[in-house]
């Protein structure tokens, strides 16, 4: 129980370090308030551009390295250390409690724990993403698929029904993180992925479609 609380404490508090959130309040605004209202890397790059968005992105697939890595290190012998620290790692990510609890939607993080898990399922579950979204264009898809297949992947690789269920839980808390995503899509107002290369015509669709200056 002690090693339970250890890693969820460690994994959350690491978490809850929200890069993107820093970089708009260095910048003079809150980014929850901002762009898409997502405390993300997603939302730094429509606000502040490619190469910022990237270096928040990394930043938080770093944290859940970093949270892993530690855990790892401080409790050898607990076998829920991986899952634990990762799955509350994310929720920090979510649920930052000095933002009263409304952070980002948990993709890097997630990266970063798969990561963690193996480089080459990392490597594989990342091409098999970016086929879908330029397939799809909406990098919401992401998230709400990865997160529910990785936790399978990773029940199957441990061969452990509990250690699936833990992951599982942040799979559901980003799936319905990404509900507004949803709406949007359907309202024609959500960012396309070819928003990266294309700017200036997804913007003049979304203001087409209705979305105001801070959607």
Not at 145 to 167: N, R, T
Request: glycine residues 10%; positive net charge.
């Amino acid at each position: 129980m002690v090693e339970f609380l250890f890693c969820l404490l460690i994994g959350y508090l690491i978490g809850a370090f929200s890069p993107s959130y820093i970089i708009g309040m260095l910048s003079g605004f809150d980014i929850r308030k901002r762009g898409s209202g997502n405390a993300g890397a997603s939302n730094v790059i429509i606000l502040k551009g490619k190469k910022i968005g990237a270096f928040c992105a990394i930043l938080d697939i770093a944290k859940a390295c970093l949270a892993i890595w530690i855990t790892g290190k401080l409790f050898p012998n607990f076998s829920y250390a991986f899952p634990v620290t990762g799955a509350s790692c994310i929720l920090g990510h979510i649920f930052p409690f000095y933002m009263k609890f409304k952070g980002g939607k948990g993709l890097a993080c997630l990266g970063g724990v798969i990561l963690m898990t193996d480089v080459r399922l990392f490597l594989l579950m990342l091409s098999i993403e970016l086929v879908v979204v330029l397939i799809v264009n909406y990098l919401c898809v992401v998230p709400m698929s990865a997160s529910v297949a990785y936790a399978v992947i990773y029940g199957v690789m441990k061969q452990d029904v509990l250690a699936a269920c833990i992951f599982m839980v942040a799979a559901v808390v980003m799936f319905f993180k990404h509900m507004d995503n949803l709406k949007r899509i359907k309202n024609g107002t959500e960012v396309h992925f070819s928003y990266l290369w294309n700017k200036d015509k997804e913007i003049a669709r979304i203001k087409a479609n209705g979305a105001t200056e801070n959607e």
